[in-house]
């Protein structure tokens, strides 16, 4: 998935709705690459190592790959790594920064107002530890696609839409966190990961044997191991991934072809049509105008 991000405009219907979200984003930093990196976030936002920062809402991050570390005013440095979780309070100074040997890809999602102030000073109450180690979670990272997607697309509502979104994530992360049911059988958690993976990986292709190299696994026990829990082989379940995707594009979003084959990992519009008719026994046009009609 390409880096992307936005902050939200907040109005009085946003503050009147109680909970709001001002920013989301996705953002890759490569080994030995700068961070944060030059861009144009707002001055709140930038921040230094040496200086760290002070924000003025509740921010959600999400490492899904690499490691890094994590300070603030209430927290000793500490050492965090893919599948980690970490909260940001108001008005507490805090800095963290990727590993330079591995970079890393972070999610994240700022908000604020009446009800998640509610819920993070009586749920999320500790932000002396606001770290939370919920594993590559397949579902929790579907959520947060959805998020990026939501306000992508900037269809009209999307703002209450995306705070709904935002309470659904934070309601699993206190799932996650509560009721620790995750598999201990170590090549069951190396499929989970594997899946995490691919469905991270739908914006561009992906070398599904290299990736299990590094998992790491033998490929032949790899791919027995994930049809015992998928009930279909490695490829088949990143197709379905793909076309699922597509599917969901176009249906919620007014994205063009061209755009949702972008976003949809496919290497041409003209490749995505052939093989989506192949598939759902419709082009992508005519799935769109059939959902509309049963809408």
């Known amino acids: 998935m390409k880096s992307y991000y936005k902050y939200l405009p907040i109005t009085n219907t946003e503050r009147e709705w109680g909970f709001y979200v001002n920013t989301v ?3 890759i930093t490569n080994p030995r690459e700068a ?8 001055s709140p936002h930038q921040f230094t190592w040496n200086k760290g920062r002070i924000l003025d809402g509740y921010y959600l991050v999400f490492i899904s790959k690499g490691s890094g570390t994590f300070e603030s005013a209430l927290t000793a440095p500490k050492t965090i790594s893919e599948g980690t ?3 940001l309070y108001p008005n507490v100074w805090h800095r963290y920064k990727p590993d330079l040997n591995t970079g890393w890809e972070e999610y994240w999602v700022g908000f604020n107002g009446l009800y998640p102030t509610h819920i993070m000073k009586n749920i999320f109450k500790n932000p002396e530890n606001p770290f939370f180690e919920i594993g590559l979670n397949e579902p929790f990272l579907v959520i947060f696609q959805r998020l990026l997607d939501t306000v992508r697309n900037g269809l009209p509502g999307y703002h209450q839409v995306v705070s709904g979104i935002t309470l659904e994530m934070l309601a699993m992360l206190y799932n996650i966190s509560t009721h620790k049911h995750q598999s201990q059988n170590k090549d069951l958690q190396l499929i989970h990961k594997a899946k995490f993976l ?11 044997p290299k990736m299990v190299r590094e998992l790491p696994m033998g490929y032949s026990k790899f791919r027995k191991l994930f049809k015992e829990e998928t009930g279909i082989s490695p490829h088949q379940y990143y197709l379905n991934l793909r076309i699922n995707r597509a599917k969901l594009l176009l249906q919620t979003t007014e994205l063009n072809i061209n755009e949702i084959a972008y976003h949809s990992g496919f290497e041409s519009e003209y490749y995505f049509s052939k093989f989506f ?14 959902k509309k009609q049963i809408k």
């Open 198 to 208: 691919l469905r991270e990986s739908l914006e561009q292709s992906i070398d599904i």
């Open 25 to 27: 984003g996705y953002s």
């Open 85 to 87: 979780c970490f909260l």
């Open 277 to 290: 008719k192949k598939k759902v026994s419709l082009s992508p046009t005519e799935f769109r105008l059939q």
């Open 35 to 42: 961070y944060p990196p030059a861009n144009d976030h707002p």
